[in-house]
């Protein structure tokens, strides 16, 4: 659709997050069958014009993009379920809490570890060298695509996958200018090359060589006599480097994906692709009409027109709301 605004999201529990700029609207599919959604603000850090700049935003984005996503998770938990009391909602918080910890330890220190592993038995070199980021690099990509498998036996996360392919669907209808109907949504990729599958992926492989460029140059400036300090000053100069990564690995994909296709830009996406191949599955029609009701709820009162969405409830209303083109 020329001019149509841009929109993104994600999958939450049971339902859909659609961003359309200073506002989402989440959707999500009760027990009961039921489709609820609303239009929320979306909270934003990056008001002020230079955390808006090329090569400074990623980091500022990324951080309110996760703000709001566990937000959304927490509305979604309460929609899906909303006779449970809120106070529930906490648990999901301090999991993301947990979890983000955990990530730090699995995608940071773990590859750092198993790279010392390497140069301890003479495969590789010392942190200061380029075999230890290669192979810091080789473990962070072997231990991300395990961590998806594994995750992706779970049956709630199969089902949240199946809501990331929904949403994906809905927004290809909407930037192709399509008919804005579940019918014709389904018909489209599961598969968008702005997707947070593909940051993540770009995160990695540009860690990889930022990393190789700079920690050998901080550590020429300082490094510690001991040895478990050297690398206990390393790992906090890896987690110092997220936001330069970050900020590259963000105009990266958003230069990735404006490219016509051709060959550059089919060998700056397949590889985010192909990992979304394994973060999406084909959803049901039923979780594409969440998707849609979420995005008629992100476009606002003047776009909502064009969505052809089913019937959903707002919360606190007995009202439904349906729109049609």
């Not at 969505?307 to 707002?314: F, G, M, Q």
Request: charged share 15%.
């Amino acid at each position: 659709m020329p001019d149509c605004p841009a929109v993104g999201g994600q999958a939450v529990l049971e339902g859909v997050m659609m961003r359309n700029g200073d506002f989402y609207g989440l959707a999500v599919r009760t027990p009961d069958g039921a489709i609820y959604a609303q239009r929320l603000p979306w909270q934003s850090i990056t008001r002020r014009r230079w955390l808006r700049a090329p090569f400074v935003r990623g980091f500022p984005i990324l951080l309110e993009t996760l703000i709001n996503g566990i937000q959304a998770l927490n509305r979604s938990a309460a929609l899906s379920a909303p006779d449970e009391d809120i106070k529930q909602q906490w648990p999901i918080t301090i999991s993301l809490c947990i979890a983000l910890l955990m990530a730090i330890g699995l995608f940071v220190v773990a590859p750092h570890l198993l790279s010392l592993l390497m140069l301890a038995i003479g495969a590789g070199g010392d942190v200061d060298g380029l075999s230890f980021h290669l192979w810091d690099g080789f473990f962070k990509c072997a231990i991300f695509i395990l961590y998806i498998r594994l995750i992706a036996i779970v049956p709630e996360i199969g089902r949240l996958f199946q809501y990331h392919g929904a949403e994906h669907k809905t927004i290809h209808a909407w930037e192709n200018g399509t008919s804005m109907d579940s019918a014709c949504a389904m018909g489209q990729s599961r598969l968008h090359p702005r997707c947070g599958t593909t940051f993540l992926l770009f995160v990695i492989c540009i860690s990889i060589i930022l990393q190789a460029m700079l920690l050998p140059l901080l550590l020429h400036w300082w490094t510690p006599a001991n040895m478990v300090a050297k690398h206990a000053l390393s790992v906090f100069y890896k987690l110092l480097l997220v936001l330069p990564i970050s900020a590259v690995a963000y105009e990266l994909i958003r230069f990735a994906a404006r490219l016509p296709q051709g060959p550059l830009a089919t060998l700056l996406q397949w590889p985010g692709l192909a990992l979304q191949g394994m973060t999406t599955r084909e959803p049901s029609p039923e979780q594409v009409e969440v998707a849609l009701a979420a995005l008629a709820e992100a476009l606002g009162p003047e776009l909502r027109p064009q969505v052809r969405a089913s019937a959903y409830l707002r919360p606190g209303t007995e009202t439904s709301s349906a729109t049609s083109i």
